[in-house]
């Protein structure tokens, strides 16, 4: 048998992901953000491409975020459910990482391959801030997915979109546990 990293195991085994709206200060400084962004760059990356990058988000960046959500929500026709849905995020989050999906051309790794590690290193973050102590949650939301809003707060290229946004900070209340995946139900076991 190979060593067990039990602690790891059982991390793993009993994480949860901590709603956005109950995070709040204090949020890691720079010193203590750095572990976790080079524990999210340690994912798999097939041939190496380095398809993806991290923005980080800053409680001034947020409040600009949150207006042109609205501004955004606003030229889109959205309504107001929305657009308080796609701006509250940003209005709530005191610290948070854009885990932004870069496409490179290769003809050995396969666009579809890049994506998934780019979602691989939102996990990874996500999982790194929860080790750490941190409250995290990974969100996204329509202005995620709107190229206006990626583009002008953000400053995302053609070649980019946003994979997810990892909110850290100090968890008010631990949230109860969910209901989980019924592994029989999903598991299929093939031997031969």
């Known amino acids: 048998m190979p060593p067990r990293n039990d602690a790891a195991l059982e991390f793993l085994l009993t994480r949860r ?16 953000l750095m572990p976790l962004l080079q524990a999210a760059a340690r994912t798999p990356d097939h041939g190496k491409l380095e398809p993806w990058r991290m923005i980080v988000l800053q409680r001034p960046a947020l409040d600009r975020l949150a207006a042109l959500a609205r501004q955004r929500a606003a030229e889109l026709g959205h309504d107001p459910e929305k657009a ?18 870069v496409q490179k051309p290769s003809d050995k790794i396969p666009a579809l391959e890049q994506t998934y590690s780019a979602g ?3 996990l990874a973050l996500l999982n790194a801030a929860l080790a750490a102590g941190w409250g995290a949650n990974w969100l996204s939301g329509w202005p995620s997915h709107d190229r206006g809003f990626v583009e002008t707060g953000l400053g995302l290229a053609a070649n980019e979109r946003v994979a997810g946004i990892i ?12 209901p989980r995946p019924d592994l029989d139900r999903i598991v299929t076991w093939i031997s031969d």
């Open 120 to 122: 691989a290193v939102c």
């Open 17 to 32: 992901s901590r709603p956005a709206k109950t995070l709040t200060t204090p949020v890691p400084d720079g010193d203590q």
């Open 84 to 101: 308080d849905k796609g701006a509250s995020q940003f209005e709530q989050g005191n610290l948070a990482v854009a885990v932004i999906e």
């Open 167 to 178: 909110h850290i900070g100090t968890e008010r209340s631990t949230p109860p546990d969910r």
